[in-house]
């Protein structure tokens, strides 16, 4: 067993939207955890792995500064985070990006009042642009050349162009609700984002790196699950080739003899992509019977 020393120390989120599917997706690698209420550590008991709950804002400086082998943020506050970090830094890139992950989606927009003249990025030069990116909205305007002023906001993005104090906006977007219950329109997308993993730049003792490299083999397990499902069929052995094209996203299927059938064969195969009921009825089509299609619960790439 390695020592305390040793243990990972990975940051997440401790109550906001990433939370539940950051501990949802630890557990699935394996994690027992033991989590008293409010507490700041939850720690590991099958595994020499330890999560430490904080705000996200907070999680890649704690990864920087080493205080955490890894961390999961939205990969908004992780990219605003490095900009700032390599702005005031000479020691290079303060943090690795490891995985995307398969939650957290949203969008960094900029948005305009609606019914206003404004329309597009071109019509901001000399403007003031309210977001709580300014790095990532000021870097994004200079590979554009064009010259805005960026006012940095703690929250409430939305409310600024009501309250006269920008003439637009750039914030995340979801469903769009927030944006058109504020009379605003949804302009270009600056970034796509998701939950993303992230890691020290230092090198980390061996022990370390074995489990930090079993639980990224895990978490890619996890992820492929997801979409993962397994499917059985009976299928004509002349209509196999046909069969195969119309499985999506599948390795070489399994192909068993059937008890006293000779022109049928059974086939077994994970499709790695979700399967639809037109995958099916097409199967059918094709000649296949007796499909059948279930859920993966682990898978080790
Ligand atoms: O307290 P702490 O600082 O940890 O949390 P936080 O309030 O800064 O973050 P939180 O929990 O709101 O979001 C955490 C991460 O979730 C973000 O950094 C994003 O990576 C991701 N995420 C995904 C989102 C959204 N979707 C989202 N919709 N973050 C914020 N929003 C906002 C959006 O800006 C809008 O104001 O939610 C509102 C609703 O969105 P619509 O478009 O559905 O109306
Ligand atoms: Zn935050």
Known sequence: MIDKQNRIKIAIQKSGRLTDLSLDLLQRCGLKYTRGKDQLIAFGENMPIDILLVRDDDIPALVRDDVCDLGIAGLNVVEEKRLRFLNSSTTGEPFEIVRQ????????????????KLGSIEDLRGLRIATTYPWIVADFLRTRSIEAEVIEFSGAVEIAPGMGRAEAICDLVSTGTTLRANNLREGETLMKSQATLIRTPLEVPDEKADWMARLLQRIDGVMQVRESKYIMMHAPKSALAEIRKLLPGSEAPTILPLDSLDDKVAV?????????????ENLKAAGASSLLVMPVEKMLP
């Open 268 to 280: 077994h195969v994970v499709c790695r992509e979700n399967v639809f009921w037109e995958t099916l």
């Open 101 to 116: 992950l398969d939650y957290g989606q949203c969008k960094l927009c900029f948005a305009y009042p609606e019914g206003g």
